[in-house]
């Protein structure tokens, strides 16, 4: 055997062992509405540390993918390779079926609770002492009321405050069209910036100082108000209110394309467990398991009908 031959088939050995050696690497990106950063973050760590466990020679990263929740399906639609999506409205998932064939007609019916492992209804947080006396959906229509929250055109959060103070107007008023189209107009009228999503609402109210009332998921208020102060800011829930779904799937030409069908239906799995239900819980979401008690949870309001 010649010195050059020989170094030539003692480097494909080394390099077949260091292949052999490797560990795979598993990425899944998961694409969310705005206002779910922080809580995917505390889901994540726990569930890459399980699968790492149980799976020693592939090593699981999840990525995300944050805005409004119809800008990031339409993204998908336009070429976003989201492995998983975890959506605050059930027409937004709907549309990967409906526009792009990405997910089975039939992708509620895949997990429990029709594919919603968390919800939430509609809060108000307005500055200390509530200066302006807000309480409930007629009292934003009044003069001289500044509201914040997201463009129902680009955002779930938007889209669900539209309905909630549509709904909440019909049933004041007896459901009397031209009576509810009338608060319904007075209350756009009162909004002092339309943010394309959630947390730049959150930002224009809380940092920017502008509004008397941010309007957005009980779960963000409750938040916001934590992290930038409890003597800053007052929570108020609405006694007529909306359910707020917050559905999830993997989405299948994606997965299947990324090779990454396993590690997203388990992470989808993962977050109805126990562990990942007490997560969501600490972040003021409301679960449909009455054993996870992440402590948030139990300073909700029960008696808004939503």
């Known amino acids: ?159 669900y405050t539209y309905l909630a103070a549509w709904g909440a107007a019909d049933q004041a008023d007896g459901k009397d069209k031209a009576k509810t189209e009338a608060f319904m107009t007075k209350f756009l009228k009162n909004v002092e910036v339309f943010d394309t999503g959630g947390r730049g609402a959150t930002t224009t109210f809380a940092e920017r100082g502008l509004g008397d009332v941010l309007i957005s998921f009980e779960s963000e208020v409750n938040n916001i108000r934590n992290q930038y102060g409890k003597d800053q800011y007052e929570v108020i829930v609405p006694k007529t209110n909306i359910l707020a779904e917050f559905p999830v799937a993997w989405v299948d030409k994606n997965v299947e394309h990324n090779g990454t069908a396993e590690a997203a239906k388990a992470y989808l799995n993962y977050l109805y467990t126990p562990q990942a239900q007490k997560i969501i819980t600490s972040f003021y979401y409301r679960v449909n398991n009455p054993a996870a008690d992440g402590g948030a949870e139990r300073s909700l309001p029960t008696d808004c009908a939503v």
Request: hydrophobic content about 40%.
């Open 1 to 159: 055997m010649t010195r050059s031959v020989s170094k030539k088939w003692l480097g494909g050995i080394a390099l077949s062992l260091s292949l052999a050696g490797a560990a795979q690497a598993t990425e899944l990106l998961n694409s969310s509405y705005d206002v779910s950063r922080e809580l995917f973050v505390a889901l994540n760590a726990p569930f890459e540390q399980q699968w790492d466990a149980a799976h020693p020679d592939d090593k699981l990263t999840i990525k995300q993918s944050h805005a409004g929740s119809s800008k990031q399906a339409l993204a998908i639609l336009q070429g976003l390779r989201a492995d998983v999506v975890t959506y605050n409205q059930v027409t937004d998932v709907q549309m990967l079926h409906d526009k792009g064939n990405l997910i089975p007609a039939d992708w509620q019916s895949r997990l429990p609770n029709s594919s919603s492992p968390f919800y939430s209804t509609m809060a108000f947080l307005v500055r200390k002492g509530n200066p302006k006396q807000i309480h409930d959906w007629a009292d934003l229509a009044s003069d001289n009321v500044k509201l914040i929250f997201p463009n129902p055109k680009t955002s779930g959060n938007g889209r």
